[in-house]
């Protein structure tokens, strides 16, 4: 059973940087793509980055491109998210997400296993 576990979130200031990462305590297996989604308080979840099974390829957030920097170790079984040039809409709490798909990154609904979150606050 896949069990995602984030870490890394906490109080940071406008510019600062961060690193969230994200294990898979179940040590299940490694073919699954992995993404990022954060959700602030009254939106909907929004789509932040995604990694394919073997880490070829990378997708974004247009709001993030150039500043967030998705990777993953799969000896690991971890999926990371680094992110730079923080501003205080990026506050959201951050959720790690993983399942067996190959299109769709962006799309919640594809995923078919969920971390808690970790919550990201950027102060102004």
């Known amino acids: 059973q896949v069990q995602l576990v984030e870490s890394g979130g906490r109080l940071v200031q406008t510019g600062g940087s961060l690193r969230l990462s994200c294990a898979d305590a179940?040590?299940?297996?490694?073919?699954?793509?992995m993404g990022w989604f954060r959700q602030a308080p009254g939106k909907e979840r929004e789509f932040v980055a995604a990694i394919n099974w073997f880490g070829g390829s990378t997708y974004y957030a247009d709001s993030v491109k150039g500043r967030f920097t998705i990777s993953r170790t799969n000896t690991k079984n971890t999926v990371s998210l680094q992110m730079n040039s923080l501003k205080p809409e990026d506050t959201a709490v951050y959720y790690c997400?993983?399942?067996?798909?190959?299109?769709?990154?962006?799309?919640?609904?594809?995923?078919?296993?969920w971390g808690q979150g970790t919550q990201v606050t950027v102060s102004s």
């Open positions: 179940g040590r299940t297996r490694t073919t699954y793509a």
């Open positions: 997400a993983a399942s067996d798909i190959y299109s769709d990154y962006d799309r919640a609904s594809r995923y078919d296993y």
